[in-house]
């Protein structure tokens, strides 16, 4: 947002690997990106790009055996992370930064009442009692929109519909007051009707309460509604850093301008979507130099031999694409020849 650009996660180098039996899986190899205060940042990506493991890294969820952090710095108001003991991060998870899960379903106990579970966070990590935690649990309720919150906090899970479940779990991200959001595919299960209502009302809290949010995502419409700044992942690395501005107006890598170009557009009269050929690489197995190089349509010897760095571009942006360096031997190829 402008004018606010105190920063309040730092995330460099961040390397998370999975050790199993079929070899080592590099799920997250080296992201690098920055969350200011107030602002919200998308993290976009297909599925397997290594999106939600960089965000359960932030949290040190990674379930080890098998995953493990082995590099990086995760950096939250100048303090590390990875350095963390874990009952210290059990006083910042939930309290300082929170998180809202994908499917509330199987992220909500299915045996306690909603009530039950928003008190339980404010009981631990506030330290109130059992009383005035479940007053706050009402209120919590009353805050996200649920109707009759005192009714609702007496139900399970499985007595409310999608959208209330999704608002329950905002409400408990919400309860202690974090300074930072992580909101994982927020509305993937909820009709276009209630996810509307939903990022409405991610915005609104937002606003209230100043904090920032990483909105983890595959859907484009998603971050042009709601996001300042945007990642693009490919392959458990960042390929494009820029303004959500920059990504709609002037996409630069090619991954990101084939997710362009995929999508369905009202103002034209395509029978067909363009769609970005090929597959995601096994994490086990990734091609040498840059990632995208298998499915790229520019693709010289130069991107299957070495991999790019994230470089800073003429705009602002980061871009991890040889098009845009000096070794580019078709540096004369025009943004227009490439689709955008």
């Known amino acids: 947002m402008p004018g606010q650009q105190e920063k309040i996660l730092d995330v460099r180098n961040l390397q998370t690997h999975f050790f199993t039996d079929d070899g080592v899986s590099k799920a997250v190899d080296g992201v690098d990106f920055s969350l200011n205060k107030g602002e919200t940042l998308g993290l976009v990506g297909e599925s397997g790009c290594g999106k939600s493991i960089t965000s359960l890294s932030i949290l040190r969820l990674i379930a080890s055996p098998p995953g493990k952090i082995v590099g990086g710095e995760i950096l939250f108001k100048g303090q590390d992370l990875i350095a963390k003991s874990e009952a210290e ?5 939930g309290n300082e930064i929170s998180m809202i899960f994908q499917e509330p379903m199987t992220s909500l106990n299915p045996v306690y009442t909603v009530g039950e579970q928003i008190a339980e966070v404010l009981r631990l990590h506030q330290n109130m009692g059992r009383k ?12 996200v929109g649920i109707p009759s919150p005192e009714k609702r906090a007496t139900q399970e899970p499985h007595e409310l519909s999608g959208g209330m479940r999704q608002r329950v779990m905002i409400a408990m991200a919400l309860a202690c007051r974090p300074e930072i959001l992580i909101a ?23 606003a209230e309460m100043g904090m920032s949010i990483i909105m983890i995502t595959h859907d484009l419409g998603v ?4 996001c300042d700044r945007v990642a693009v992942m490919y392959a458990g690395k960042v390929v494009e850093y820029t303004t959500a501005k920059n990504l ?3 996409p630069k890598h090619p991954y990101t301008i084939g997710l362009m170009n995929s999508l369905p557009r009202l103002d034209e009269d395509v029978e067909e979507l363009v769609a970005i ?4 690489p096994s994490p086990f197995n990734m091609p040498t130099g ?14 299957h031999s070495k991999l790019p760095e994230l470089l800073t571009s003429d705009d602002g942006s980061k871009v991890r694409c040889w098009m845009y360096t000096p070794e580019w031997d078709g540096a004369s190829k025009t943004a227009t020849e490439m689709g955008v």
């Open 89 to 93: 991060m059990r006083k910042i998870r």
């Open 132 to 143: 005035e935690a479940w007053e706050k649990a009402v209120d919590m309720l009353r805050l």
């Open 184 to 206: 994982d595919e927020p509305t993937t299960a909820l009709d276009v009707t209630i996810q509307a209502q939903i990022l409405e009302l991610m915005k609104k809290l937002q």
């Open 223 to 226: 971050v042009a509604e709601t």
């Open 248 to 250: 709609f107006e002037n």
């Open 277 to 280: 050929k090929g597959n995601v």
């Open 290 to 303: 840059c990632r995208f190089a298998p499915r790229c349509p520019h693709a010289t010897e130069l991107c």
